[in-house]
């Protein structure tokens, strides 16, 4: 089969973008595919997922101090960098066949990164790694240049009724 | 923390319905909930997801024969009926706190179950269980039930640029 390296891009202001880049690891991971998971802004070390992921051997790593706030954001903006060197490194590295860079959209929306930093990513990358994007307020210029897109809409949400965040589904 | 039981259901055009759930799954696993995929159409014994997730013990359960053709459709609509009662048995079984029910709003819209089958389902439910219904084309009546409803929106498809589907990635 030609093997070719999907850029994917969830995206929108619905639930569902890092969990679907989720299942899509575990999908990847269980046909063999090489996997890692890079999360910007996120810091939660006792998460489900990083405990089901660590238990599977599937590399994920944390790039972030959680919400970005008005005191947090210099360093916040210090661990985007890092994390922009870290992904750049891994994607020339050659040991991944998909790279899932959760919440990129969300810095360069923040401004943490900036527009050509997450666009040069797809070109230093070889044709057959799979870049997965997630966050909401995807770049117009890499939704132009992704293979995949889907939007994320919220169509209703429990907060609308009320109930609070249900551990283990929501985080 | 309050406990409650959400509706949940990922619908739409777009590719992540499935792979969303895999994902609330592998989260829900790994913050210690007890897990049951059941799914309805599908019968691929070698994908990816069933590898990832037998590893880790989350237990799936196919109930169909693969895509519905005009002639598999009368033993589909058995199977369908067989896994609604499956369906049925687990939800009252107290057994599991969270059941993912994977492509039955397809099952619905191609007539191998009918509504008041789906919605009765979320009547005799434990208020601690959750439930999350996928696939394109859900009742209106259970998005109405529904706590969190996502619709995954096709914004662009490999498949128009002519790329075939990547193995690991869209199967």
Known sequence: ??????????????KGKTTAALGLALRAFGAGLRVLILQFIKGKKDSGELKALKLLGVEIRQCGLGFITKENFAEQKKFARAAIELAQKEILSGAWDLIILDEINYAVKFGLINAPEI?????????????VFTGRDALTELIEV??????????KHPFQKGIVAQSGIEF
Not at 146 to 155: C, F, N, Q, R, S
Request: hydrophobic share 45%; glycine share 8%; charged share 25%.
């Open 1 to 14: 089969m030609e093997r070719r390296g999907l850029i994917i891009v969830h995206t929108g202001d619905g």
């Open 146 to 155: 992704a293979d995949l897109v889907t939007e994320m809409k919220l169509i």
């Open 119 to 131: 666009l040069s990513l797809i070109e230093i990358r070889s044709p057959e790694l799979h870049l």
